[in-house]
């Protein structure tokens, strides 16, 4: 839906939100972009392996892990960290890139997803911005929420949605 949200906003529309009639090519659109996303993950999925490769074996043994350990786990989590960044601002480039072609493969072209990214920082920067404190306030009203059926079933999965789409 936002891929298609995205097209009509590109195409100018007057009303941008799409219809949701076209069930098929709405899961289509998102199962590419979430597979090119993926692909883009891969260094912070192999990172975070790499991390628990290191300190798993010994913390399961119930031994305190080496120094090396330790120290190894802390870079990898900072290139976690770092790669995560920039995977946030690399992930808007990657919806307009392909609402813009409709194809897999242009997803691809680094140079390109970079330019976009590099074009729409501040915007890029600012939606990240705005996300994060949205996403705050809608859990944390869910949380507070809680007690009722209203803020795990209506409160967040709404908010979210909302987020998303906004």
Request: hydrophobic share 60%; with cysteine; aromatic share 10%.
């Amino acid at each position: 839906y936002q891929i298609a949200l995205i097209r009509n906003v590109i195409n100018g529309e007057e009303r941008p939100l799409p219809e949701w009639t076209d069930w098929g090519q709405l899961f289509i659109d998102g199962v590419i972009v979430a597979v090119s996303v993926l692909v883009y993950a891969i260094p912070i999925i192999l990172f975070t392996i790499s991390s628990l490769a290191l300190i798993l074996p010994a913390s399961l043994e119930g031994n305190d892990p080496g120094g090396g350990a330790i120290a190894g786990t802390a870079v990898l989590s900072c290139l976690v960290v770092l790669f995560a960044i920039a995977l946030a601002f690399i992930t808007p480039a990657l919806f307009i890139q392909y609402a813009r072609t409709g194809e897999f493969g242009p997803l691809f072209k680094v140079g390109e997803i970079f330019a976009i990214a590099r074009h729409n920082f501040v915007d890029i920067l600012l939606v990240i911005v705005v996300m994060a404190v949205a996403s705050f306030v809608v859990n944390l009203v869910g949380s507070i929420s809680v007690i009722t059926i209203c803020g795990p079933l209506v409160v967040i999965p709404a908010g979210t949605a909302w987020i998303m789409y906004a």
